[in-house]
């Protein structure tokens, strides 16, 4: 049974670029949240998707958008990078908000650099 | 603001005792907490959870204490065993939808 699937799993790009994150959420999970965890810190709230919809957002401008598909996937979309948003991107999926006992299941990440 | 405090940042323990893993936290309306183990190179991995409802939820060899008055968190690993050695990030919650994360403890569990 296949987890969270992240793409890609590095990245480099020039500041003011735009960037395009994809995450497969696990067989079963209906709910897709994103975290940034810059390097020594912990994952930070960026959103989290269901039905399609943005449920609820962290304190992040709006460069960062997202995107759900009817499969249940996500995009998480920077626009004008900055050096600042260099950090490694986390998808979590869950069955519902919490995910039950088992909270999230996370993908292993995608490391982008923006130089 | 951090809302979830993990003041140490690491921790070494020998192989067959205790390891002690600390978080506080300052929202007193979080009302669910979880502990994650993370691996280089890896997502984090659920580990365990308690509600605000408990003090106390174990699991095999980890058990999670609650101090709801304390604001404080702990996660009891025993014995302690050379593949416990990871990053343990404890998160909070009180709407269900967002989790406020700590910023790690490194735990080596030495042979």
């Known amino acids: 049974d296949a987890g969270v699937t992240q793409s890609p799993t590095h990245l480099i790009k020039t500041r003011g670029q735009q960037v395009t994150l994809r995450c497969s959420p696990k067989?079963?999970?209906?709910?897709v949240s994103w975290y940034q965890q810059a390097l020594g810190q912990g994952p930070q709230f960026i959103f989290q998707?269901?039905?399609?919809?943005?449920?609820q957002r962290g304190n992040f401008p709006d460069r960062f958008s997202g995107h759900q598909f009817p499969n249940y996937s996500s995009e998480l979309n920077v626009n004008a990078l900055l050096l600042g948003d260099s950090a490694l991107y986390l998808c979590?999926?869950?069955?519902?908000?919490?995910?039950?006992?088992?909270?999230?299941?996370f993908g292993s990440g995608t490391r982008l650099t923006v130089v | 603001d951090q809302q979830v405090k993990q003041n140490s940042p690491s921790l070494s323990v020998q192989e067959g005792r205790i390891s002690i893993l600390n978080c506080d936290y300052t929202?007193?309306?979080?009302?669910?907490f979880l502990w994650y183990k993370k691996y280089p190179a890896e997502g984090p991995t659920f580990l365990i959870s308690?509600?605000?409802?408990?003090d106390k939820n174990e699991d095999g060899r980890f058990t999670v204490f609650l101090n709801k008055s304390a604001k404080h968190l702990s996660l009891h690993i025993v014995p302690s065993q050379p593949g416990d050695s990871a990053v343990y990030f404890c998160?909070?919650?009180?709407?269900?939808?967002?989790?406020?994360f700590g910023t790690g403890t490194s735990l080596t569990v030495i042979p």
């Open positions: 979590a999926s869950s069955f519902g908000a919490y995910g039950g006992s088992y909270g999230y299941t």
């Open positions: 067989s079963g999970h209906d709910t």
């Open positions: 998160a909070a919650s009180f709407t269900g939808n967002q989790f406020y």
């Open positions: 308690i509600s605000s409802i408990k």
């Open positions: 998707y269901y039905e399609e919809e943005e449920r």
């Open positions: 929202n007193s309306m979080f009302d669910y």
